[in-house]
């Protein structure tokens, strides 16, 4: 798996290959990162490579030539094109089904905007997807760029030390993922729930999918809709229903 992302912050961007996980499987090229930088490929003595905008108004745009100019370049290094991932708040929202609808391919190009935006012949012409990272504008496409990298690295074979925490992951089965507890046993915040010391590995994975699904239901209900639970989850889902109505009292 190739990621090139085109950025006028390329130093900023490589700094994901320094952290975590991620940044493990980056340098042992389970995945390889390259940064590109459309000033180096601008014919602009100065290496300018934003106009203020036709039409007048506030900030300045980005211009196509030197985009192009670098996924050419991109295109030359892969020796083959790559899918164009284009950053935007107009964008479709980056989820996890993206992210591994992202993961099985090969590789793919993200471009980074910065100011108000880049030119729209650009846009029209080069990109095969517009990507948000969620419903507020920041300043340049870097943090998602970034975002998108982690979320597809993880799910790259080997980048995580153990292949079963991407599997039960929130999204990972359409539902969010259970409570995490951890030592010790109990402490001023209180006590993790006795059947996770239990030792009895079955109904652990009851009680955990049944955590999970109520959870899902609590907090994203909208993520229920989407799906068909089986007979077996719907029967642990009511028991969560039933256990927590009666925790919660109605007012
Ligand atoms: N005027 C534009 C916003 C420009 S923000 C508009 O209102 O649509 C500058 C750049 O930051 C954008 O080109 C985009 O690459 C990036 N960006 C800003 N917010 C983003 C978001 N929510 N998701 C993805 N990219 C974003």
Redesign the pocket.
């Known amino acids: 798996m190739r990621i090139d992302a085109i950025t006028l912050f390329p130093e900023w961007l490589l700094e994901i290959e320094r952290y975590g996980v991620v940044g493990r499987g980056l340098r042992q090229n389970r995945l390889s990162l390259a940064a590109w930088n459309p000033r180096d490929y601008t014919s602009d003595p100065t290496r300018r490579v934003d106009d203020r905008p036709y039409g007048g108004g506030p900030g300045m745009v ?1 211009q196509s030539a030197p985009l192009a100019a670098t996924l050419e370049a991109i295109e030359r290094a892969r020796g083959a094109s790559a899918p164009v991932l ?6 479709e929202r980056f989820d996890q089904r993206w992210a591994e609808r992202l993961a099985a391919g090969s590789g793919f190009v993200l ?8 030119d729209q012949r650009f846009i029209d012409r080069h990109a095969d997807a517009e ?11 870097e943090l ?1 760029a970034m975002m998108i990298i982690d979320a597809v690295a993880r799910l790259i074979a080997g980048v995580l030390g153990d292949a079963r925490s991407a599997a039960e992951d929130s999204f990972a089965n359409a539902i969010l993922d259970h409570p995490h507890y951890t030592r010790p046993p109990a402490d001023e915040a209180g006590a993790v729930p006795d059947i996770l010391l239990s030792g009895d590995h079955a109904r652990i994975a009851r009680w955990r999918e049944k955590q999970a699904l109520g959870r899902t239901w609590l907090r994203r209900p909208d993520l229920l809709d989407a799906i068909e639970l089986d007979q077996r989850q719907q029967a642990l889902l009511t028991e969560f229903v039933a256990e927590y109505a009666e925790r919660v009292p109605r007012p």
Request: charged share 10%; hydrophobic share 35%; glycine share 22%.
């Open positions: 980005m284009l950053m935007s708040p107009q964008g471009v980074c905007g910065r100011y108000e935006g880049i990507l948000s990272a969620g419903d507020m504008v920041l300043s340049g496409g998602p």
